[in-house]
């Protein structure tokens, strides 16, 4: 009777082992739904949590939808100048590359350069005034030499002394910055501001966030 209720114990045993969630690997983790958010992930990553109806949005909201705070794992290296919800910006903007231009559009079905920049702040619910000439008036004015990723860059290129384009910037190393904006001939694209159009035309750089 006593091997018996040993035997019976070894087998419930077993089966409990082999029926255990083994988590190897933070992706695993989160693909069996076991890794929590950081209680402080509302404010880098408020679009985590949140979806919208709105034309434009469900692309990158949908890309969104499982985010978690990584800002303090170990196996997320994140330099100590990049800001991390610039980060996040920049992966949400990239979504819109190849969308078309359109006047006043701020959706997947055209935008114009200040609709993009307004479509991605507004993913973090974040809001910006509507034209490049606004937001050109919004934060802190920096040097080009200090940009950094998640910055804004403003340029004049109607010829006037008026500011009227912006884009977001995804690269920067003092010499050259990348940007991803949305152009009136290519739609949303990431120029540099060594193209010689971009480098007359540059007028200033803003931070924000």
């Known amino acids: ?5 040993l035997f019976l114990l070894l087998f419930l045993f077993a089966f409990a ?12 983790a989160v693909k069996k739904g076991v890794y929590g958010k950081s209680s402080a992930s509302s404010d880098n990553a408020i679009a985590a949590t949140k979806t919208t109806k709105k034309a434009g949005y ?4 949908k890309a969104k939808k499982n985010q978690i705070n990584d800002k303090e794992d ?19 903007a990239m979504q819109f590359i190849g969308v078309n231009y359109r006047p006043g559009g701020i959706s997947l079905s055209g935008m114009d350069c200040s609709g993009m920049v307004t479509a991605v702040f507004n993913i973090f619910d974040m809001k910006l005034p509507r034209s490049s000439n606004q937001m050109a ?7 080009k030499e200090e940009v950094k990723k998640g910055d804004l ?8 002394d008026t500011i ?3 884009g977001l910037v995804v690269e920067s190393d003092g010499d050259e910055i990348k940007f991803i904006h949305s152009s009136t001939s ?16 540059f007028a200033q750089a803003n931070r924000v966030l």
């Open 164 to 166: 009227n384009h912006v």
């Open 153 to 160: 860059v403003f340029f004049k290129t109607n010829g006037r």
């Open 137 to 143: 008036k919004v934060g802190a004015k920096i040097k």
């Open 1 to 5: 009777m006593r091997n018996k209720n």
């Open 74 to 92: 170990k196996d997320l290296v994140i330099s100590p100048e990049e800001n991390y919800l610039a980060m996040q910006m920049i992966n949400n």
């Open 186 to 201: 290519k739609g949303v694209i990431i120029s540099s501001t060594k193209e010689p159009y971009y480098s007359k035309s």
């Open 58 to 61: 469900t692309k990158a909201t």
């Open 17 to 28: 082992f082999t029926q255990a969630q083994v988590i190897t690997s933070k992706k695993e």
